[in-house]
């Protein structure tokens, strides 16, 4: 059913890992995915609808998916909560994640944070 996610809340990050990074990273990605399985809910109010990581090489020119790479890596997760409501209860839980993103940023990773968007349209939901 098309538009079935319309009005439901996501929060996007896109991260920028320098090479020397990668395995650290990984590491915390994998914390983070065990820490979205044991504390999600899968219905409800808090309802996650979607979570998920994706990455791959960062190119020189972004349109261009033959172009040359450059260092480092690039990665995204994305959560689809119901509803602000989920993700403002899920982004309270995690602040133990705060310390060691504030240390890793500090020596060389890059995140974007899109909190709080509302998906417009959606298919095949």
Known sequence: MADALTGCTVLNAVWTVPDNMLDEFMALADAHRQYMEAKSHQHGENELISFFWASGSIYEDQIDMDSPTKDGHRFIFI?????????????????????????????????????????????WD
Do not use: A, C, Q
């Open 79 to 123: 959560e689809v909560y119901r509803n602000e409501i989920g993700l403002r209860h899920h982004w309270s839980e995690s602040t133990d994640f705060n310390p060691v993103l504030e240390d890793m940023i500090g020596r060389g990773l890059l995140v974007e944070f899109h909190n709080n968007l509302k998906v417009l349209n959606s298919l």
